[in-house]
């Protein structure tokens, strides 16, 4: 698919503020980007699902940088998913390819998607856990500090315990932990149909993490991008094993601007209280959603 200089110069705009306001998140922001392509430039051939995860490729590093930098990287979280995702990846690429083709039926099973996952995302904004209620009492606590500063400096992840069948860290005062083979099965089903939608599958895990396991959004963020991008990375291989490529320029505009959105993006988030985070992305998701189930049926 060729597109105009002048629309390869608008990309990073788009891209630049889909990523600011998903990475806090710990979404890349291609699960909107994937839709745009779509409804915007008229690209509904399986290479866009390729495309959107070189927006991955380009973009997410700069989010993993802050989240390193900032002690707030999962790394349990971040390899048990990785190892998880990579086969589904592959699967989903293979299934993209030969059922999907109808531009119509994609973008109904992106809606049903989308709205599974802005429904998690509000259910556990309304109704969060006990331990993501007293990390919202210790930041009302802080509020005019983090005004100035962010989050305190013990606000780091730290793992506690890691064994075949439990994984347990601490954040700021309190402890979470998972289950672990249950986090590798879901992450399996969640590498397919983030291969099918080309994604990586981020968008998926971060609001099952937050909403199901209960983990608060400060400590999967990382995790979960990190796993988006060697996940695109695979992603790739698969779609060019399969005659898909992406189209190189495309990705490319829109991984400038969304490198830039996702490093402020992520510096930005210890500014924002946990539940904030999650009520503005099941909203973006809800939209997006709807739009795509309607247009199904029209």
């Known amino acids: 698919m060729e597109v105009g200089i002048e629309v390869l110069i608008l990309l990073p705009f788009v891209s630049f503020l889909v990523a600011f306001f998903t990475a806090p998140a710990g979404v890349s922001g291609a699960f909107l980007l994937l839709p745009f392509q779509v409804s915007v430039l008229g690209f509904t051939s399986p290479s866009v699902s390729a495309t959107n995860l070189v927006y991955n490729l380009i973009a997410i590093p700069s989010g993993v940088y802050r989240y390193i930098r900032e002690g707030r990287m999962a790394w349990p979280i971040a390899s048990l998913t990785i190892l998880a995702t990579l086969p589904g990846v592959f699967i989903g690429a293979v299934i993209r390819a030969n059922y999907f083709?109808?531009?119509r039926v994609f973008k109904f099973f992106v809606g049903l998607v989308l709205l599974?996952?802005?429904l998690r995302v509000?259910?556990?904004a309304l109704r969060p856990s006990e331990?993501?209620?007293?990390?919202?009492k210790k930041?009302?606590?802080?509020?005019?500090m983090m005004k100035k500063r962010g989050l305190p400096e013990e606000a780091v992840v730290r793992t506690r315990k890691v064994s075949l069948s439990r994984i347990e860290y601490e954040f700021w005062g309190e402890i979470f932990?998972?289950?672990?083979?249950?986090?590798?099965l879901v992450s399996f089903a969640i590498g397919i149909i983030g291969g099918i939608y080309g994604i990586g599958g981020g968008a998926i895990l971060s609001p099952i993490l937050a909403s199901i396991f209960g983990l608060p959004t400060y400590t999967i963020a990382g995790a979960t991008l990190l796993g988006t991008f060697l996940t695109?990375?695979?992603?790739?291989a698969s779609y060019y094993a399969i005659n898909y490529p992406p189209n190189w320029a495309i990705g490319i505009s829109l991984g400038i601007g969304g490198f830039f959105g996702m490093y402020f993006g992520a510096r930005f988030q210890k500014y924002?209280?946990?539940?904030t985070i999650r009520f503005c992305l099941s909203a973006v998701i809800f939209v997006t959603a709807i739009n795509y189930i309607l247009q199904f049926f029209l």
């Open 122 to 124: 509000l259910i556990s």
């Open 272 to 275: 924002l209280p946990e539940r």
């Open 177 to 184: 932990s998972f289950n672990v083979p249950s986090l590798f």
């Open 101 to 103: 083709l109808d531009p």
């Open 139 to 144: 930041f009302k606590e802080r509020i005019e």
């Open 232 to 236: 695109s990375v695979f992603g790739i």
């Open 131 to 136: 331990k993501i209620k007293e990390l919202e």
């Open 116 to 118: 599974y996952l802005g």
